[in-house]
C-alpha cells in the first residue's frame, strides 16, 4: 500500500526544489511525524528534511503571535463586554462568552465583516450593495431579521437584540486589547496573516492533505499559488470526487484552487488508476450491545490475530469516535509491545481528579475558615486517597464524624484526633481569585508530596500534569481582581474538569489509537472503527453559536451540511486505502450513547458494493451470551433463643408490656429475613443527619 505521505514524498523528491528551502505544511501535527519518519526511510545517506509544521502552528509563526489561552481570552472579553454593559457579572457571563468567543473565532477565519454580520436590520431597506450578497443570502438575511421584529416584542428578543448591538463595540475593544498584550486566538490569528500575507517572505511551501478550507486558508494559499510560492496536493478518490451526490467529495468539487488555472501546482494525489475503492477489500461490518462491548469484540479480536500472527501493529489503527471508549479500551487490549495513544486521558476520570474536586467542594460550602458541612467532610476523609494517606486514622475522622448530630462541624474539633496537613488545607483563606488558587495549588501540591509515590502510573501522570497545567493555566489571571471568589471557583473547577494527560508513545510505529478526526492524512492497513452510530459519524453539532443558521448561510459560514461533508470525506479517505475493515457500531438504541447505525454504514452496503464486487463484506450482529447464577438462599433458623427472644419481647409475661408494631407486622409480612435483622438482632440503620426537620422528626417533637 502507497499511503498518501509516500506519494507525497515521491513527488517531492521530483521537484527541483531544494529540501533545504521548502517547508510541508499538514492539518495536523500528528502527520508532521509520520512525514519526518517515512522522509528519512527514503534515503541511504544524511539528507536535508523539509521544515514541517501544522497549518495552525505555520499561522502563528507568520502572525509573530503569541495564542492566547483560553482562562485569559474568557477574562478579557469579560472586560471589553463589561466596559459597554457595567451590569453584567461574570458568573452569569461565563458560559456565553466561552461561546461568543467561538463565534469570534469562527468569524474571524471566515474573514466575516464583523461589523455587518452583528448589525442590527430594522429598515430592510438597509441591506444594500455594500453587504455584497448574492440573492438567496439576503432573503437569508432579511428573513431572520423579520422572524426579531414581528409579532409582539418579548424580553428575550430585547435581550438579545441589546446583546447583540453592542457586540462589534464589544469585539473591536477586545481584538484592541489582545494585540495590545502581544496575543491573539486562533481565528485572529488567521485574519491577521490573511490581511498582511503580501508582506511575508517565504521558502516554497508545500500544503498536504487539506479538504475544507475556511476563507482565510484558502486566501493565504491563493495567494501563494498565484506568485508561485507554493504547491498544494490532495488527497481523493475517484469513487466519491466523480460522484455528484456523493457529499464526501463536496468540497473537492467546489474548490476554488482546484481549477484549471492551479492544474500546475494544485495536484491530487493518486494511485495510477486513482480507484483506491476499486481494490481488494474486506470490510465487517459488526452491530455489538454497549460501548465496553466494542472494547472488548475489539480486545479479543486483537488477540485472535496476535495468536495466528496475523497482526502487523504498525499499519494498524483503533478509531474511536467517542472519546468515553478510551478507558475501556485501554482495559481490554491484550499485551502489545508498542502502542500509542493520541486521544489523551481525561484528568476528570481519574481518583486525583475526584479528591481535588471534593477539596474544592468544601472550600466553596463552608461556612467560615473552620466551620463545614459534615457531608462534604464524610466525602473528603472518606476518600480513597484519604485512606492512603491517614491510614489507620481514617476511621477515626469518620467515627468522629458521625457521631455529630449537627450538619456543621468545627474542624478544629478533629485536631484532638491527629494533627494532619489536610485540616491545615480547609482551613485556608478564599476571599479573592488568588487566594482560590493558591489554596488549589497548595491541594495540588500536597498530594504530589504525599501521594505520588503510592499511586499507579496514570494517576501520578494525572497529578504531574495537573500540578503542571494548573500553573500554567491560571498565571495569566491569577491576580485579576476584578473576579469575585464565587467567579474563581467557577473558573478553576471548569479548568480542571477539562485537563488531559497527553500520553506519550512513539507515533510512527506501533499499534495506534486515536480520534476520528486525528486520522486525518494517515493511512492504515487495518482499520478497526468503533461508535459508527448516528451523533459519532458524523458527530452532532458540536458547539452552539449565537449566530442563527440564517445568518450562518447569508454570509458563507459553516452549516450543519458543510460538517456532513467533512465527515463524510475523512471516513471514506479513512477506508479507501484500508484493506482490512472492521466498523463495530452499539446496538443498543437511544440508550447508553447508542443510536441509529451511521448513514455510511447503509452507503457501503447499498452504494459502494455495487462499484467494487472484489469486496469481501459481511453484516453481522453479536450478542453477549446470558450467564444464570444460581443465588443460594439466605436461611435462618428459628432455634430456642430466637423463639425465647420473641417471647421475651412480645409475649405478655411477667408485666412486660411490649407489643408488635404496625411497622414491625408490615416488616414481617414483606420480608420475614428483614424483620429478622430488625427486630430480632437488632442491626440499625445510620441515622442521617440532616440540616431540616422531616416529617418523622417534627411528629416526635
Not at 449566530?547 to 459553516?558: C, E, M, S, V
Request: proline share 3%; charged share 20%; aromatic share 12%.
Amino acid at each position: 500500500m502507497n499511503s498518501f505521505i509516500d506519494l507525497l514524498i515521491q513527488k517531492l523528491i521530483e521537484t527541483k526544489i531544494p529540501f533545504n528551502e521548502m517547508q510541508v505544511v499538514f492539518p495536523t501535527k500528528r502527520a508532521c511525524i509520520l512525514f519526518k519518519y517515512k522522509f528519512a526511510l527514503h534515503f541511504k545517506r544524511p539528507q536535508w528534511l523539509p521544515q514541517t509544521s501544522s497549518i495552525e502552528d505555520f499561522i502563528l509563526n507568520l502572525s509573530a503571535l503569541e495564542k492566547a489561552n483560553d482562562l485569559f481570552l474568557i477574562t478579557q472579553l469579560f472586560e471589553a463586554y463589561k466596559k459597554f454593559d457595567s451590569q453584567i457579572e461574570f458568573d452569569s457571563f461565563y458560559n456565553w462568552g466561552k461561546i461568543l468567543l467561538a463565534d469570534f473565532d469562527e468569524t474571524d477565519s471566515y474573514l466575516i465583516d464583523q461589523n455587518k454580520l452583528y448589525v442590527t436590520l430594522q429598515n430592510f431597506a438597509e441591506v444594500d450593495n455594500s453587504f455584497g450578497m448574492n440573492e438567496e443570502e439576503w432573503q437569508s438575511l432579511i428573513s431572520f431579521w423579520k422572524s426579531i421584529y414581528n409579532g409582539s416584542p418579548t424580553k428575550l428578543r430585547q435581550q438579545f437584540i441589546n446583546s447583540w448591538k453592542i457586540l462589534p463595540d464589544v469585539l473591536n475593544e477586545f481584538k484592541q486589547n489582545l494585540y495590545a498584550a502581544g496575543k491573539v486566538y486562533r481565528g485572529l490569528a488567521y485574519r491577521t496573516v490573511a490581511e498582511n500575507i503580501q508582506t511575508q517572505k517565504l521558502s516554497h511551501t508545500v500544503f498536504a492533505g487539506f479538504y475544507a478550507l475556511s476563507t482565510s486558508e484558502e486566501y493565504i494559499i491563493k495567494y501563494l499559488l498565484d506568485n508561485n510560492m507554493a504547491s498544494m496536493f490532495w488527497d481523493a478518490d475517484a469513487y466519491y470526487l466523480n460522484n455528484p451526490i456523493q457529499e464526501a467529495g463536496y468540497y473537492l468539487r467546489n474548490n476554488l484552487l482546484l481549477h484549471e488555472r492551479y492544474r500546475n501546482n494544485s495536484t491530487i494525489l493518486k494511485t495510477d488508476t486513482g480507484l483506491s475503492f476499486a481494490d481488494e477489500k474486506e470490510i465487517n461490518l459488526t452491530g455489538i450491545p454497549l460501548k465496553v462491548g466494542q472494547a472488548k469484540f475489539t480486545g479479543n479480536k486483537l488477540k485472535t490475530l496476535i495468536d495466528t500472527n496475523q497482526l502487523d501493529d504498525a499499519k494498524t489503527v483503533i478509531v474511536l469516535p467517542d472519546e468515553h471508549l478510551l478507558t475501556p479500551m485501554l482495559h481490554a487490549l491484550p499485551f502489545i509491545e508498542n502502542v500509542n495513544v493520541t486521544m489523551g486521558y481525561p484528568i476528570k476520570h481519574t481518583q486525583v481528579y475526584s479528591w481535588l474536586n471534593i477539596y474544592i467542594q468544601c472550600l466553596q460550602n463552608r461556612s467560615n475558615e473552620s466551620v463545614f458541612f459534615k457531608d462534604d467532610l464524610m466525602l473528603i476523609f472518606n476518600h480513597p486517597l484519604a485512606g492512603n494517606y491517614l491510614g489507620n486514622k481514617q476511621h477515626e475522622f469518620i467515627d468522629r464524624l458521625n457521631a455529630s448530630v449537627t450538619t456543621l462541624i468545627n474542624i478544629n474539633k478533629l485536631n484532638t484526633i491527629a494533627e494532619n496537613h489536610i485540616l491545615q488545607l480547609l482551613c485556608m483563606p478564599t476571599i479573592n481569585m488568588f487566594e482560590c488558587v493558591a489554596a488549589t495549588s497548595a491541594f495540588i501540591d500536597f498530594l504530589f508530596i504525599n501521594l505520588s509515590s503510592a499511586l499507579n502510573t496514570i494517576e501520578h501522570e494525572a497529578l504531574v500534569n495537573l500540578q503542571n497545567q494548573f500553573k500554567q493555566q491560571f498565571e495569566t489571571v491569577v491576580n485579576n481582581a476584578s473576579l469575585s471568589t464565587k467567579s474563581a471557583w467557577l473558573l478553576i473547577a471548569d479548568t480542571i474538569k477539562n485537563l488531559r494527560i497527553p500520553f506519550e508513545g512513539k507515533a510512527a510505529t506501533g499499534l495506534q489509537i486515536m480520534g476520528f478526526l486525528e486520522t486525518r492524512v494517515l493511512d492504515f492497513d487495518r482499520v478497526i472503527l468503533l461508535s459508527a452510530n448516528e451523533n459519532y459519524l458524523p458527530a452532532a453539532k458540536a458547539s452552539s453559536s449565537y449566530i442563527p443558521y440564517n445568518l450562518r448561510k447569508a454570509f458563507g459560514l459553516p452549516t450543519a451540511e458543510n460538517q456532513n461533508a467533512i465527515y463524510a470525506y475523512h471516513f471514506y479517505r479513512l477506508l479507501q486505502r484500508a484493506r482490512y475493515i472492521d466498523i463495530l457500531y452499539n446496538t443498543e438504541l437511544n440508550r447508553t450513547g447508542g443510536g441509529e447505525p451511521s448513514r455510511y454504514l447503509l452507503q457501503i452496503k447499498y452504494e459502494l458494493l455495487k462499484t467494487n464486487p472484489a469486496i469481501k463484506f459481511t453484516d453481522s450482529i453479536y450478542t453477549t451470551p446470558i450467564h444464570s447464577i444460581e443465588q443460594n438462599a439466605i436461611t435462618i433458623y428459628k432455634t430456642a433463643a430466637i423463639e425465647n427472644k420473641l417471647k421475651l419481647k412480645y409475649v405478655y409475661t411477667n408485666g412486660n408490656t411490649n407489643q408488635f408494631s404496625a411497622s414491625s407486622l408490615s416488616t414481617y409480612i414483606k420480608c420475614k429475613l428483614a424483620f429478622y435483622f430488625k427486630y430480632i438482632i437488632e442491626i440499625k440503620t445510620e441515622t442521617e443527619t440532616t440540616d431540616t426537620i422531616d416529617a418523622a422528626t417534627f411528629g416526635n417533637i
